[in-house]
C-alpha cells in the first residue's frame, strides 16, 4: 500500500491538459457522437429547417392576408370618405 507521501512524490505519467487540448478532445468526441447518430442529427436538422420555413411562411401570409383586407375595405368605400383621388 502507497503512503501519502509516495503518491505525492510519483512523476506524473502524463502532461497536464491545456485548454486547447481538452477542446480539441471535446470536438473530436462531438464528431464522433454526430457521425455514429448521423440519422438522428439529420432528422433533427431537417426538422429544424422545416419549422423555421413554416415560421416565415405564417409571417408572409398573415401580412399578405392583412394587406388584402386593407385593400378590400378601402376599396369598398366612397373615395370622397376617404379623401383620396
Known amino acids: 500500500m502507497t503512503t501519502r507521501r509516495e503518491r505525492q512524490r510519483a512523476p506524473l505519467l502524463y502532461a497536464p491538459l491545456t485548454p486547447m487540448d481538452s477542446f480539441a478532445s471535446l470536438l473530436r468526441i462531438v464528431a464522433q457522437r454526430s457521425l455514429a447518430n448521423w440519422r438522428l442529427l439529420a432528422t433533427v436538422i431537417f426538422g429544424m429547417v422545416l ?22 375595405t378601402l376599396r369598398q368605400q366612397e373615395p370622397l370618405d376617404l379623401d383620396l383621388k
Open 51 to 72: 419549422a423555421a420555413a413554416l415560421m416565415s411562411s405564417v409571417i408572409l401570409y398573415s401580412d399578405a392576408v392583412r394587406d388584402l383586407g386593407l385593400s378590400f
